[in-house]
């Protein structure tokens, strides 16, 4: 009987850590997706701020030149 009891301990506790192990590694996998889809918002919000400082810079660059051929032709 006591042998009976013994093995019924065991497999509650195997069933337990088993539960607690997936809920642990289902916590884990939503974690991972939300951190990815945070990574992506910031990897498109920098590179959209990339382009529009590209876009800047190409700009001024041209406006430079056209004030610096203006004041030679004077």
Do not use: C, H, P, W
């Not at 590179?47 to 032709?73: E, G, P, R």
């Amino acid at each position: 009987m006591s042998i009976l009891i013994i093995l019924l301990i065991v497999i509650s506790i195997t069933f337990a850590l088993s539960i607690v192990y997936f809920i642990g590694y289902n916590t884990l996998s939503i974690i991972r997706i939300k951190m990815e889809t945070a990574n992506e918002v910031i990897n498109k919000s920098l590179k959209d701020k990339q382009n529009l400082m590209n876009d800047l810079y190409t700009i001024i660059k041209k406006k430079l030149k056209k004030k610096d051929s203006n004041q030679t032709s004077l």
